[in-house]
């Protein structure tokens, strides 16, 4: 009985079983999204400074990614993995890479703490800080650091629940996180007049309760997929594996930082703290684009994982066709929302006029390319399912590292403007989609013929 839920990824109906796998998922991400919504919407709205707050905390995020981002490396590399494993029933490595991932998530917790606590101070005036705006980033992010392991454990092994078909279980490890970081946001802000570091402090409580309800499912019975001591020990091909496939995940995210520290430090330097503002707005509105998307395909990742490792493949095909539906019309409708009703959007966050008015003119440029963004998140999703390190390493690469950071640094130097840091995301966004479309076309069949033949070497005839 212990495989048996896991079992029901080859065997159930596709559609029943993604909205079984993805709308937990999907739920959970837009739950760990209300983390910083609701952080920022209640700093955006604190009286007199809401404003500088804002901003302060905003350019605390690439600290914030980049410990996140670690997190995925762990999680997003070893999960498909896992799910592998499972499908071709080999548990006993499906649990060797879980307990090898927990070993490295405790290491980067205290290697990012400590690294972060010497270089914050330099590191916040790098991103575009200013004297206005550095006691509010320096106050946020002092505290949010000492709760990294807190965010490494929930957010690196909750992608393994997900792997072994507990998606409602890994949505209640976020839930549970999200609603104690609702109540004691405006406990902590407002009533104990605590401010910025009320939200930080906030934050930290709620992440340790979601990271204690992962572990304690994670080592008991109910886990069909549990650590075990015996695994904890690293093993350099097991970490190596999850490390080549993680890469990718890693740098979805960690770019994220690179993005906001050239954007702010432009935006900064060519328009001032107004214009960061808007950035620190305009790239919250852009989760709500990507999460449902994002959410909603981890869910679904571990079903093509287990049934391209069972060799499986019409139901690997009929599972991307439904994804790809899904991901491209949610999050194109989402962004079409955004660039129609900006200052709807910003109202979230800002009650500053002057701020709104920016928002309205320069968001519909911003998020121009995320309504196509459905098609890049399918195919990058459906590498890394498919455990495609290299094409997915490219891919993730490719939108940020090669096109948007160039672009966001050059084109203001060339322009003198401002404004052309906001045009470098929309034309990263349709370049890169072109690409990896074109990608998935030519090696999407390839990989598929190569889960074929493994089927025929595992059943021969």
Known sequence: MENKREERLGTEKILKLMLTMGLPSLVAQLINLLYNIVDRSYIGHITGVGAAALTGVGLSLPIIVIVTAFSAFVGGGGAPLAAIALGRGDRERAEKILGNGVTTLLFLSISLMVVFFFIKEPFLYLVGASHATFPYANDYISIYLCGTVFVQITVGLNTFITAQGNSKTAMLSVLIGAVINIILDPIFIFVCGMGVKGAALATVISQGCSAAWVIRFLTSSKASLRIRRKYLRPEWKIVSGTAALGISPFIMQATEALISVTMNSGLSRYGGDMYVGTLTIMQSVMQFVSVPANGFSQG?????????????????????????????????????????????????????????????????????????FGVQMTCQSTFMALGQAKISLFVAMLRKVILLAPLAFFLPRITNSAMSIYYAEPISDFTSVTVCSLLFLLNFKKILSNGEKKKIEKNPV
């Open 300 to 372: 679904v990742q571990p079903i093509m994982s287990y049934n391209y490792g069972a060799g499986n493949i019409d139901r690997v095909k009929e599972t991307f066709r439904k994804l790809f539906l899904f991901t491209e019309t949610v999050s194109g409708l989402i962004a079409l929302s955004a660039i129609l009703f900006p200052t709807v959007f910003g109202r979230l966050f800002t009650n500053d006029e002057n701020l709104l008015a920016m928002v309205g003119r320069v968001m519909p440029v911003f998020m121009a390319g995320m309504v196509i």
